[in-house]
C-alpha cells in the first residue's frame, strides 16, 4: 500500500482558487498513475472524476466540467501530485481524494484501488 495524505482544502468564493496537495510516503510513487476524485454534498456514494496524470506527467485528463480551470500535476522527486482549482464554482464544493493505481490513469473510480482521506473544499460567498 502507498499512504496518501491530501492537504489545502478550506474556504473559498467563487471566483477563488486553492492549490490540493497529494503526498505518497513510498519509494516506488513514480511507478504510480494518479487521479483527483470528489464527492459532492448528497451524492456520497459516487466519486465523480476530476483530473488524472500518467507516471511520467506528460499526460493528463480532466473531467469537461473543470478543463480549463483545473491544472493536475506531480513531482516524482518530491512524491507529491498537486490540483490547482481556480475560478472556483458553487458546484466544485465536495470532498477531494487523491487515488493511485501502478501503470493506470484514468476516469474509472473502480480502478483506483488507493485512496487518501479526503480533504474538504467549500466554495461560497
Known amino acids: 500500500q502507498v499512504p496518501l495524505v491530501e492537504s489545502g482544502g478550506g474556504w473559498v468564493q467563487p471566483g477563488g482558487s486553492l492549490r490540493l496537495s497529494c503526498t505518497a510516503s513510498?519509494?516506488?510513487?513514480?511507478?504510480?498513475?494518479k487521479a483527483w476524485f470528489r464527492q459532492v454534498p448528497g451524492k456520497e456514494r459516487q466519486r465523480q472524476f476530476v483530473a488524472a496524470i500518467s507516471r511520467s506527467g506528460r499526460d493528463t485528463q480532466y473531467d469537461y466540467s473543470v478543463k480549463g480551470r483545473f491544472t493536475i500535476s506531480r513531482d516524482n522527486a518530491k512524491n507529491t501530485v498537486d490540483l490547482e482549482m481556480n475560478d472556483l464554482k458553487l458546484e466544485d464544493t465536495a470532498v477531494y481524494y487523491c487515488a493511485a493505481r501502478p501503470g493506470y490513469y484514468g476516469p474509472s473510480d473502480i480502478d483506483y484501488d488507493i485512496w487518501g482521506q479526503g480533504t474538504q473544499v467549500t466554495v461560497s460567498t
Open positions: 513510498e519509494h516506488s510513487f513514480s511507478e504510480y498513475g
